[in-house]
Nanobody
Framework: QVQLVESGGGLVQAGASLRLSCAAS????????MGWFRRTPGKEREFVAA????????YYAASVKGRFTISRDNAKNTMYLQMDSLNAEDTAVYSC?????????????????WGQGTQVTVSS
C-alpha cells in the first residue's frame, strides 16, 4: 500500500522552529518529485515548497522563502520541511505530496499521492 505519513507538527510560540517529516511506504521516492502544501479552514490548499527527485532543485512560496527549507533523503525514503521564524499565519494543516516525475519541481497540485497532514499551530 502506497502511503505518505507526515509527522513533527505541534503547538509552538511565534519565532520558534519545527521540522516536519514525510515518510513514504510502499514506494521508492527516488523517481518522485515532492512538495509540501498547507490548508487552513475556509481557505484553498496553498503551495508551500517543492523539491525535485534528486534534491538539487527547490522552489518556495513567497510567504515562506527564507524561513522554510525543504530537503529529502532518498536513502531513508523521507522528505523534510524545516520551518524557522514561525508566525501565526503559518498555522495550518501541512500535507506532503508526491508524483513520479524526474523533470524538475512541481509547484501546482499535479501530485497524485497525498498524506493525511499534520497540524502546526503557532501562538502569537
Amino acid at each position: 500500500q502506497v502511503q505518505l505519513v507526515e509527522s513533527g507538527g505541534g503547538l509552538v510560540q511565534a519565532g520558534a522552529s519545527l521540522r516536519l517529516s514525510c515518510a513514504a511506504s510502499g514506494l521508492s521516492l527516488r523517481s518522485y518529485a515532492m512538495g509540501w502544501f498547507r490548508r487552513t479552514p475556509g481557505k484553498e490548499r496553498e503551495f508551500v515548497a517543492a523539491i525535485n527527485w534528486s534534491g538539487d532543485s527547490t522552489y518556495y512560496a513567497a510567504s515562506v522563502k527564507g524561513r522554510f527549507t525543504i530537503s529529502r533523503d532518498n536513502a531513508k525514503n523521507t522528505m523534510y520541511l524545516q520551518m524557522d521564524s514561525l508566525n501565526a499565519e503559518d498555522t495550518a494543516v501541512y500535507s506532503c505530496a508526491a508524483r513520479r516525475w524526474v523533470y524538475g519541481v512541481l509547484v501546482g497540485t499535479q501530485y497524485d499521492i497525498w498524506g493525511q497532514g499534520t497540524q502546526v499551530t503557532v501562538s502569537s
